[in-house]
């Protein structure tokens, strides 16, 4: 449970009271919270910077059990993502704490220069997101959500800013279903497990939702997501979800990329790159979770969500280096390598997706290359599009939501790499480098005049340790990106 609220600290019994500071600025009202924060820098270790903290009990001043002083640097240097973090932080802090009520104090938009919406918007986000646990395969379960987390505001802004807690919430439990379904081991959500999960919640939404088995996918000539799926046990599906609101005139196209395990293929992985090949399906865990959230949210926009979902594994039956198949565009692939599988499911949604709906914008959500993670790290998403509007509107949700995002180029040269002497297209470039630019540009040859744009989560997508509101495992990324993103078209 998570509420604005206005609190009168002398007199309202308070179990844990959490407050921001600025090591050198004062960025509150309130008189009381003023004074305890004097108290608090009157003390040698705590002076507000960056990760200080500190408690004090029992406080004359307020009826608080604790009060919580976080710490957050200079006031030169913090941004909307400090306040996300510093809740995060204070919520993550109060469950290993094994606390059950909290109440934050929200700084003055005036002093710190910001809209109140943002401000709101951002801590509400860190505390909704802070207080996942992800415990499902534990018997012993050492962390408790917080069970009652309050901001402290003002009655007017109480009112004023209720509906957006409310969508906040339910943006961030979109990001969470994501999140959990990227965490959860590839043993239970082999395609079938994975689509039967998906197709449950979507319905629940009211979503309009389509499935084409390996049948109907042979019927339709799904030639490139057969070809991935051939050397597995499981049989490949197409989820589509569709959320359709009367009078909608726009269609969005959302695909994302459902590999519930990369083993690599023939073209098989390290032991140390297959580790966490669970997470190969975070794009399409992302694109499910926000056709849910629209749909939640009752968005304007006909917005359709595209899932091939495959698991790449090794057998007799697995396609091999140098075969060459049929895609649903009617192109051919030579198969360079089986562990560019990613880019092969994808352009026959792609292509699917443009047939059937003629959308307005498409957009694909993938972790496709290892190579956009060694460009742009761990914690930044390559974006690509040819359509400068529709890149720049990602960046900015991506600064918004700090999902951030890198336009990178697609040369026209560069799909020179790309040629193959037997078939139309190579699924793999004849140089080691600009991988990532390349898979881009492979996709690109089956997007034809659609608005498109492609976003390369493989950094983003999987934490190996936890952050201010994320714990380690699945992040969610780019649930709230695309939401943002459909709020701008």
């Known amino acids: 449970m998570i509420h604005l609220k206005s609190v009168d600290l002398k007199k309202e019994k308070i179990e844990s ?9 004062n960025i509150f009202e309130d008189n009381i919270i003023i004074s305890l924060i004097k108290e608090a820098k009157k003390i040698k270790e705590f002076k507000g910077g960056k990760d200080d903290e500190l408690v004090f009990y029992n406080l004359t001043e307020v009826r608080a059990e604790r009060v919580i002083f976080i710490g957050l640097g200079k006031f030169e240097k913090i941004d909307i993502e400090t306040f996300r973090a510093a809740a995060g932080k204070a919520v993550k802090e109060s469950i290993k704490k094994k606390l059950s009520n909290v109440l934050i104090a929200v700084p003055s938009a005036k002093k710190i220069n910001m809209e109140m919406t943002s401000l709101l918007a951002a801590m509400l986000e860190g505390s909704y997101l802070g207080n996942h646990v992800f415990d499902k395969y534990k018997k012993e379960k050492k962390h408790t959500p917080v069970k009652k987390i309050n901001f402290l ?4 802004e109480t009112r004023k800013y209720s509906r957006l807690s409310s969508r906040i919430k339910t943006i961030c439990q979109g990001t969470i279903l994501a999140r959990e379904w990227v965490s959860t081991p590839s043993n239970d959500k082999r395609p079938e497990h994975f689509s039967r999960s998906i197709v449950s919640l979507a319905r629940k939404a009211n979503l309009k939702v389509t499935v084409l088995g390996e049948k109907e996918l042979k019927q339709k000539k799904f030639g490139a997501i057969l070809a991935v799926a051939a050397g ?5 599906r197409l989820v589509v979800l569709e959320h359709h609101p009367k009078g909608s005139k726009k269609t969005v196209v959302l695909v994302g990329k459902g590999v519930t395990f ?21 794009g399409a865990a992302s694109v499910a979770a926000t056709l849910i ?25 697995a396609s091999r280096p140098g075969d060459i198949i049929k895609t649903y565009d009617g192109k051919t692939v030579e198969i360079g390598n089986t562990d560019a599988e990613g ?14 709906y003629k959308p307005r914008i498409l957009i694909d959500m993938a972790t496709l290359t290892g190579a956009c993670i060694v460009a742009l790290g761990e914690k930044i998403a390559g974006t690509f599009s040819f359509d400068d509007k529709l890149a720049e509107d990602i960046i900015l949700s991506g600064q918004k939501t700090h999902e951030r995002c890198w336009r990178l180029p697609m040369p026209e040269e560069y799909k020179e790499l790309l040629k193959s002497d037997f078939a139309d297209l190579n699924n793999m470039s004849s140089t080691h480098y600009g991988g990532a630019i ?3 540009l492979f996709l690109s040859e089956f997007v034809k005049d659609t608005r498109w744009a492609h976003i390369d989560i493989a950094g983003p997508a999987y934490a190996k340790k936890e952050s201010a509101y994320c714990g380690a495992g699945g992040t969610g990324f780019g649930v709230r990106l695309l939401c943002d993103v459909l709020d701008k078209l």
């Open 293 to 317: 959230t629209a749909a939640e949210l009752k968005s304007k926009l006909r917005v359709v969500g595209i899932l091939p979902i495959v698991e790449n594994m090794v057998s007799g039956n």
């Open 232 to 236: 597995s046990e499981s049989n490949p």
């Open 438 to 440: 390349t898979a881009a």
């Open 343 to 356: 880019r092969l499911i994808l352009i026959d949604a792609i292509s699917y997706g443009i047939k059937k």
């Open 153 to 156: 505001v003002t009655p007017e």
């Open 17 to 25: 009271l959490v407050i921001p500071v600025c090591e050198d600025k």
């Open 262 to 282: 990369d083993s690599g293929g023939i073209n098989l992985k390290s032991s140390a790159g297959l580790t966490e090949m669970k997470l190969d399906m975070s």
